[in-house]
């Protein structure tokens, strides 16, 4: 079984987003969660995230949650949409050496491996989001696979 554990910063825009998009692959033996490293445990996912969702016929009941050791622990899988999320949780949780990547440099990228933050920003944020949070999941699905 491979988990997946997508990490941003409020657990509000993209890595929900990310949850949603590979949630919606359905994928036999692949389960999906998200969390950010200054997340507040139960906060709905933004306006413009759900409605960008809603465009691409994805579903999502979110609330958001801290990244904690649970979740790390329960991760085969942490993909990060920042450096500075995996450096984070590096720096919070040692023991995910190994299994934390930004979602771009699994999917291959070598330079801009971060994903924009849309965080308050117009729905055509979002969707600029989205885009690049889509093209980098369909480049990674078939090693999630095997994760």
Known sequence: MAKILFVCTGNTCRSPMAEAVLAGKKIP???VRSAGVFAANGND???????VLSEN???LE?????LTEQEVGWATLILTMTGSHKDAVLAHFPEAQGKVHTL???AGEEAGID???????NAERYRAAFREISEAIEKVIDCIKDV
């Open 104 to 106: 771009k440099e699994f």
């Open 115 to 121: 994903i924009a933050d849309p965080f308050g920003g």
């Open 57 to 59: 016929n994805l579903d």
């Open 62 to 66: 979110h609330q958001s949650t801290l």
């Open 45 to 51: 996912a933004s306006p413009n995230a759900k409605l």
């Open 29 to 31: 033996g692949v389960e």
